[in-house]
Each structure stands twice: as C-alpha cells, then as structure tokens.
C-alpha cells in the first residue's frame, strides 16, 4: 500500500476478526478514498485475557495468542486496496474502547470508526459495549458503520440530523467543514414533530453554517448555499424516530447526529434522542460531540 507523509489525517478503524471488523474496514476504506486520509487499522490486545485456559495472554508480546493478534492484523490489512494508505496497530490496554480512544489521541486522529451489527430490535445499528463506551466517552467524532451495508463508494453527500431548534453548533460546523472538504452536497435537516421549520429558523441555521470556520470556509459555505450544494429542510413525523424514518437517502449518503448535552469535556455523549436516530437510520452515522476535535478533514 501507498505511504503518505507523516502529517496525513488518520482514522483509527477498531478491527476484531468477525463481520463488524469487516464493516468498520468497508467504511473506512469509502472514507479514505473520498478524503484522502491515512488509515490506523487497530487491533486491542487486552492487559490480561483468557484466551487459553487458566493462561493470561503473555506481556512479552510471545506466545500463541500474540502470533493470532498478528495474524488477524494481516488478514484486516489485506482488505485494504493498494490505492489506501493504511497501517496496522497492536495495542494493550485495559478494555478496547479505552485502546482505540488511546491510539486516537496518540495518532492525532479525525475520528474513530467501529462496526454495529443489526438486530430485528434495533434495525440497523446494535450498539455493543465497545460502541456504547466509545459513545459515552470519545473526544473525536465516533463513525458507526452499519450490519452489512458499509461498502458505500464515493461519500455522495452528508446529511446532519437535529432538533427544530438550532442550538447544534459543533455538529452544524463539522458537517460544513466535511462537506466543503469532501466536495459534496451538505443537507442540514431539522427533525421537528408535526409542524414545519419556520423561515427565521431556516434564516438562522444558514447564518451560522455561511459564518462558521473563519473567512474562507465561511466564503466557501456561502457559495454551497448559493449553488444550491447546502440547503436547510425539515423533516416532520408523530415523533423524532418517525421523522427519520421518513428522510429518504441516497448511495453514498452519510448521516451526522450529534451527542447529548449532558457530554462534558468536549466528549461523545449519546443520548435518548441520538439512539432512537440509530433504530431507523440506513446509512453510516458520525457521532460529533459537543465540541468537536476531528472531522473530515480541512482543505
């Protein structure tokens, strides 16, 4: 695989040897190949583990269990393309949501992509406990990619998903900052309960997106908007998960929600609203937090 420079943006892509690792691995690829960016394929070794019977795996990094990790970062690696940039991380820690969030901080990375199987409850997303205390505790922007359905090609356009009142100020941002560095279409949705977005809430929403990451995004928002690549809609339902389900997309399509504001730190917090989004919603979804760190990134 090509090498990039040192300074290239990196997703960490959290790989286990089963149909989730192999999801994250599908989107992220999508990913990378629509934004250029650099792939930290991770595998987490835990601290201590009974792989075998009575055996904890052993700390020199030897023996039968180090020689499997090994192997399965092989095999993750062979299902990149030649024309992605990626590499491959082994690392120890306690638990492998705290792993993954270790190796994105210490990569400097945009984001943290993991896998979610479907369920007939959840539809499309079976949140896991990796998944759920990445949810609970990431600094970054945390990339679910759904059961089967992860292979999306080409980023077509990104579809932010929010309540009627326009107050999501780090999601709003992350999806023009992607939008304008992907160059695709950006559509800022509005989630409301049977009712329709009000023209000063539409007046508003495009405020803040033409205005949001100093004078040449801001320009660059300005004319998706113009062009008619940005626009601000509402989608109405009996509830919020109606709404949703409702919202047609098309290949390509990636849908961004952002966490509760009960997050603190600037850190993922999903909440009731962001898990109802999850039960509906068919395309690949980026949780942002409150205050993200990591996006797609800039140009």
């Known amino acids: 695989m090509s090498q990039e420079p040192a300074t290239a943006r990196r997703l960490v892509v959290g790989y286990i040897a089963t149909d989730r690792g192999r999801d994250a691995i599908a ?24 792989f075998t019977a009575g055996n904890s795996i052993p700390q020199d990094g030897s023996g039968i269990v180090s020689q499997q990790l090994d192997d399965w970062l092989d095999e993750a690696l062979a299902l990149v393309p030649e024309d992605v940039s990626a590499r491959g991380v082994i690392h120890t820690s306690s638990n492998e949501s705290k792993g993954l969030m270790e190796v994105a901080e210490a990569e400097g990375a945009i984001g943290i992509v993991v896998g979610a199987r479907a369920t007939t409850l959840m539809r499309q997303f079976r949140i896991g406990t990796v998944a759920t ?15 089967g359905n992860s292979d999306i090609g080409p980023v077509s356009r990104i579809t932010t998903l929010f309540g009627a009142r326009p107050g999501a100020a780090a999601l709003i941002g992350a999806a023009v900052r992607s939008a304008a560095a992907l160059d695709v279409d950006l559509r800022l949705l509005s989630l409301i309960e049977n009712d329709g977005l009000r023209e000063d809430d539409v007046a508003e929403i495009t405020e803040f997106a ?7 995004l801001a320009a660059r928002a300005a004319d998706m908007f113009a062009s008619g690549r940005a626009r601000v809609k509402s989608q109405a339902g009996a509830d919020i998960e109606e ?18 504001r009960l997050g603190r730190g600037g850190r993922v917090f999903i909440g009731a609203r962001a898990r109802r989004l999850l039960r509906v919603l068919p395309v690949p979804v980026v949780v942002v937090p409150r205050r993200a760190v990591g996006t797609v990134p800039r140009q």
């Open 27 to 50: 989107l992220a690829i999508s990913l990378a190949r629509s934004a250029g960016i650099e792939l930290v394929v991770t595998i987490v070794r835990p601290e201590a583990s009974t």
């Open 243 to 260: 709404a949703a389900a409702n919202v047609d997309f098309k290949p390509g399509e990636i849908a961004f929600i952002g966490s509760s």
């Open 210 to 216: 033409e205005e949001y990451g100093g004078a040449v």
């Open 133 to 147: 205390s990445l949810l609970h505790s990431a600094k970054v922007p945390v990339v679910l990619a759904p059961s």
